[in-house]
């Protein structure tokens, strides 16, 4: 049984599209030194699409590049409200929909842990050790962290969020993620369009069962930190 490793990203809705590109990149050399036959899958969920160049960069170092075209009700978050709020849904969006598709097709079955990045971090083999040696069977998260003080709050994000620099799972919690996404979304749609605010880490704190989360405290200390390379 192996790891999968998926990493979210949305290089084209950075204002700076090479260093979101070598953000992405910067993460999948690093999955690289701890997993060098891992299977890494992008999913890019950019409001406008990936330029051939950008394909051929990232497919060079991943197994998979799933596009997730945005729906209508995306689109109308950001030319009525902003790119910020449109991302986070998007973000969302596009898991529900990744994952439902791996669900669908059972393409985890030789899987055990799935982990996933932000892009633009890091994983060293202590933090990977620490996800592949738990046998909870439970979703992993760092503790999670209030809000009130956090640049989203001044949009109504107050509350617990979980960080999701790194966060992972046991593929048989696939069943439980999936809905808790879909859930998210609306979630994350009702918020927004009701001039507050909402992400992937508030969403996934209010949606997955508390009892069904295993707490590793250190779990994201690292995941930025440059010399994350052991």
């Given at each position: 049984?192996?790891t999968?490793?998926?990493?979210?990203?949305?290089?084209?809705?950075s204002?700076?599209?090479e260093l979101?590109?070598?953000?992405v990149?910067?993460?999948?050399?690093?999955?690289?030194?701890v997993?060098?036959?891992?299977?890494i899958?992008?999913?890019?969920y950019s409001l406008?699409?990936?330029?051939?160049?950008?394909?051929?960069?990232?497919?060079?170092a991943?197994?998979?590049?799933a596009e997730y075209q945005?729906?209508?009700r995306?689109q109308?978050?950001e030319?009525?409200?902003?790119?910020l709020?449109?991302?986070?849904v998007?973000?969302?969006?596009s898991l529900?929909?990744?994952?439902?598709l791996c669900?669908?097709?059972?393409?985890f079955?030789h899987?055990?842990d799935?982990v996933?990045?932000?892009?633009?971090a890091?994983?060293d083999?202590?933090?990977?050790?620490?996800?592949?040696?738990?046998?909870s069977g439970?979703?992993?998260?760092?503790p999670p962290?209030?809000?009130?003080h956090d640049a989203q709050?001044?949009?109504?994000?107050t509350?617990?969020r979980f960080?999701?620099a790194i966060?992972?799972?046991?593929?048989?919690?696939?069943?439980?993620?999936v809905?808790?996404?879909?859930q998210?979304?609306?979630?994350?749609f009702?918020?927004?369009?009701s001039?507050?605010?909402s992400?992937?880490?508030?969403?996934?704190y209010k949606?997955?069962?508390s009892?069904?989360?295993f707490?590793?405290?250190?779990?994201?200390q690292h995941a930025?930190?440059p010399?994350?390379?052991?």
């Amino acid at each position: 049984m192996s790891t999968a490793f998926i990493i979210p990203c949305a290089i084209n809705n950075s204002r700076d599209t090479e260093l979101a590109l070598n953000q992405v990149l910067h993460t999948l050399q690093s999955i690289h030194r701890v997993a060098p036959r891992a299977n890494i899958a992008l999913v890019e969920y950019s409001l406008k699409p990936l330029q051939a160049e950008q394909k051929n960069s990232l497919l060079e170092a991943s197994s998979l590049l799933a596009e997730y075209q945005q729906t209508q009700r995306i689109q109308e978050i950001e030319s009525q409200y902003d790119m910020l709020r449109a991302d986070a849904v998007s973000a969302i969006a596009s898991l529900a929909w990744f994952f439902g598709l791996c669900q669908r097709d059972n393409l985890f079955h030789h899987t055990k842990d799935i982990v996933i990045l932000q892009a633009g971090a890091s994983i060293d083999r202590t933090t990977l050790n620490s996800i592949e040696d738990n046998d909870s069977g439970k979703f992993i998260f760092s503790p999670p962290e209030n809000t009130h003080h956090d640049a989203q709050a001044a949009l109504g994000s107050t509350g617990m969020r979980f960080n999701t620099a790194i966060w992972s799972l046991p593929a048989e919690q696939l069943n439980n993620l999936v809905p808790a996404l879909w859930q998210s979304l609306e979630h994350a749609f009702d918020r927004i369009q009701s001039g507050s605010y909402s992400d992937l880490g508030l969403a996934l704190y209010k949606y997955i069962d508390s009892s069904e989360i295993f707490y590793i405290k250190n779990l994201c200390q690292h995941a930025f930190t440059p010399s994350n390379s052991n």
